[in-house]
């Protein structure tokens, strides 16, 4: 199976801030992932799908990148409304797909 | 627009088991796999099966091998997710997401089932 981590697992971070979080997977996925975000309460929201796409109606401050095993989700400039938990999920591995462990944004 | 309307929250016994629907309205509901994610209390986001409506065909992430079903009735455009032998640790919050067919992506998801197991 393909397993999927994330670092930092949690950080801190002010509104104006760039964001960087890094996904990895134990194998390559060539650019089959993609990028959630969740607040508490809520069921995950698709931000970014085969690595750099960015979802219909996600502000542009949200980017993607990699390939292989090594990504990135980048948050240009952190808004009040993106203080949530951020996910990687791999779609590689039809039909098995794994999420990452998760990172949660809060506020410094 | 498409919409993903499950089920109400559960309360059920160790050893039972426990059935979580997910309505599907505003898209073509065979053309889409269904999965089913769960998240425990504080914890992270854990994929658990997925069917194909249109084939009739479900997988199951090994973990859950023998202990879930995942269904479809075309009919009513409902993916239904059984659960069996249920344990405290299955305590969670049950998602329904529907899948991209190119990037794998969940595009949509249910609101989401809370299932407690308590004696």
């Known amino acids: 199976d393909i397993q999927m981590t994330q670092s930092p697992s949690s950080l801190s971070a002010s509104v104006g801030d760039r964001v960087t979080i890094t996904c990895r997977a134990s194998?390559?996925?060539?650019?089959?992932l993609n990028w959630y975000q969740q607040k508490p309460g809520k069921a995950p929201k698709l931000l970014i799908y085969?690595?750099?796409s960015l979802q219909s109606g996600v502000p542009s401050r949200f980017s993607g990148s990699g390939s292989g095993t090594d990504f990135t989700l980048t948050i240009s400039s952190l808004q009040p409304e993106d203080f949530a938990s951020y996910y990687c999920?791999?779609?590689?591995?039809?039909?098995?797909?794994?999420f990452g462990p998760g990172t949660k944004v809060d506020i410094k | 627009q498409v919409q993903l309307v499950q089920s109400g929250a559960e309360v059920k016994k160790p050893g039972s088991s426990v059935k979580v629907s997910c309505k599907a309205s505003?898209?073509?509901?065979?053309?889409?796999?269904i999965s089913w994610v769960r998240q425990a209390p504080g914890q992270g986001l854990e994929w658990m099966g997925r069917?194909?409506?249109?084939?009739?065909?479900?997988n199951y992430a090994q973990k859950f091998q023998g202990r879930v079903t995942i269904t479809a009735d075309k009919s009513t455009s409902t993916a239904y997710m059984e659960l069996s032998s249920l344990r405290s640790e299955d305590t969670a919050v049950y998602y329904c997401?529907?899948?991209?067919?190119?990037?794998?992506?969940?595009?949509?998801w249910g609101q989401g089932t809370l299932v407690t197991v308590s004696s």
């Open positions: 999920q791999q779609s590689y591995s039809t039909p098995l797909f794994t």
């Open positions: 194998q390559s996925i060539s650019s089959y």
């Open positions: 505003g898209g073509t509901f065979s053309s889409y796999t």
């Open positions: 069917i194909i409506p249109i084939l009739g065909i479900a």
């Open positions: 085969a690595a750099s």
């Open positions: 997401a529907r899948q991209l067919p190119t990037s794998g992506g969940f595009d949509y």
